[in-house]
């Protein structure tokens, strides 16, 4: 079983999107529930599409991620992307954001490598 880690930054960000976006806790967790086969340290089991889930950079120690999330009633360019790092059974939410706000991908992968040194 994976247990699941939030950087304080993502909580905030999270509860922002969450005013929004109504869906997004009910996304979270069945994000959460395709992770415990995705990311299973002893059986992984591919459950995510490839075109949804993208690595962003890895070292010896954790891999981080970024994921498109699916959100109810939202079209697919305007859906939250959320970045989090993978350590063993560990899975660290780092941060969140949609193309709606016009983030950068190079900041945001940036802002992710900074956070998962917070937690790991």
């Known amino acids: 079983m994976l247990e699941f880690i939030y950087h304080p930054s993502f909580e905030k960000e999270t509860a922002k999107l969450k005013r929004r976006f109504s869906f997004l ?4 967790e069945a994000f959460k529930m395709l992770c415990e086969f ?10 995510i599409a490839p ?3 993208h690595r962003v950079t890895q070292n010896d120690l954790w891999s981080i991620w970024k994921i498109e999330l699916s959100v109810p009633n939202i079209r697919p360019n305007q859906s939250p992307r959320v970045w989090f790092a993978v350590k063993g059974s560990n899975v660290a939410f ?3 954001a949609t193309h709606i706000d016009n983030y950068s991908d190079n900041q945001m992968n940036q802002l992710a490598v900074g956070r998962v040194s917070d937690i790991f």
Do not use: E, S, V, Y
């Open 38 to 47: 995705q990311f299973n340290p002893t059986n992984p089991q591919q459950r």
């Open 25 to 28: 806790d009910k996304a979270l």
């Open 51 to 53: 075109a949804k889930l």
């Open 94 to 96: 780092l941060c969140i």
